[in-house]
């Protein structure tokens, strides 16, 4: 599977003989298990269980129905890669800077709580915290300490999904579902409905997945960070199957387009909100396939690509103060989709 995973990248022999890119510097993440026994201590655990164990403690499985705010079965790790703390898997490790700053989606200043709920309605499809609840002050406490190496708005080398070139081409779902079949269903299933434990189990681990869903009603909806093509594509080809990383990917970075477009065609939730997302859309990301659109792009073009040349035509046409802005200023594409001095 791996050299047949190999063989489908085109031109990774002569790529494989350039130099060697720099080495990155060490990825450190502070180990929780080191902190005392202490009310704070055990408020950085507390934010930890909730990004591992997110269906059971706040999401459908909470044994009190009025914890139950994550609407699906997903955890907050499924995107975060273990917990956050995985090198271009999305991490939670130097986040805590960030914030607060202006996010595109909203055209507003967001605080940390705000992106932590907007997690929970989109990715988690479900309903905001209370932002001064205990929930939230214990995931807060989680990423101020994965960050506690870092310097202040210094993002680490690692933060994100590492770029890649945008295609040339439109995504093809149809190749997208060959690759899925090939390399994906045999964790997700072949319906995407991922792998669930069973009821015991599901207690034990405090987890309601082995695999999660990538659509059907138990995954994240049409609002999430996820379903937007590009920085899904990004994460993927860094990252999955499990087992692979950033230095030595599986999916081809035409095949990683693919799949995701494939995946995020398929039925999922729908976020109510959607309309009134990105209500600047000189800043909107081009794989945003919402209206009002910019420019002499069909709907679809949004969608699949190709991107660039919305890009281009959004930096040539963009009104004053939003010069060479086609989204990049987005916070969640920044969480998502970092920049090149970034990676």
């Not at 005392?36 to 269980?49: F, H, I, Q």
């Not at 499809?125 to 990423?143: H, K, Q, T």
């Not at 599986?250 to 995701?260: G, K, P, Q, R, T």
Request: with cysteine.
């Amino acid at each position: 599977m791996l050299a047949a995973g190999l063989a489908t990248l085109g031109g990774v022999a002569a790529r494989a003989q350039a130099p060697a890119p720099a080495p990155l510097p060490p990825w450190r993440v502070p180990d929780v298990a080191a902190l005392p026994d202490d009310d704070a201590g055990r408020a950085v655990r507390y934010g930890r269980d909730l990004i591992l164990h997110t269906s059971a403690l706040i999401g459908p499985d909470a044994r009190d129905p009025a914890m139950r705010y994550g609407g699906n079965g997903l955890e907050c790790q499924n995107c975060h890669l273990d917990g956050g703390t995985v090198r271009f898997g999305l991490p939670l490790v130097g986040i805590w800077s960030l914030y607060p700053a202006f996010s595109a989606r909203t055209n507003t200043t967001a605080t940390m709580a705000d992106r932590i709920n907007n997690c929970m309605q989109r990715s988690m499809n479900g309903r905001p915290l209370p932002s001064d609840s205990r929930e939230v002050a214990a995931i807060e406490a989680y990423f101020r300490f994965l960050s506690s190496d870092q310097l202040d708005k210094v993002a680490p080398i690692g933060r994100g999904a590492p770029k890649l070139p945008l295609p040339e081409r439109a995504a093809d779902p149809a190749n997208g579902a060959k690759v899925y079949r090939e390399v994906c269903a045999a964790c997700h299933g072949a319906e995407g409905a991922g792998v669930r434990y069973s009821a015991l189990d599901a207690a034990k681990n405090q987890q309601r997945y082995l695999f999660p869903p990538l659509w059907g009603p138990d995954s994240y909806n049409d609002g999430a960070g996820m379903s937007h093509n590009i920085g899904a594509a990004w994460f993927v080809h860094a990252n999955m199957p499990r087992g692979v990383d950033f230095t030595r990917p599986l999916l081809s970075e035409a095949n990683a387009y693919d799949v995701v477009a494939f995946v995020n065609g398929q039925p999922r939730p729908h976020y109510a909100g959607l309309a009134h997302d990105y209500p600047d859309p000189w800043i909107k990301p081009a794989d945003v396939a919402t209206p009002p659109y910019l420019g002499p792009f069909p709907a679809q073009q949004h969608e699949l690509g190709p991107w660039q040349p919305i890009e281009a035509w959004l930096r040539l046409n963009a009104p004053d103060g939003h010069a060479g802005n086609s989204g990049a200023n987005d916070l969640e594409s920044k969480l998502e989709r970092p920049s090149a001095a970034g990676q």
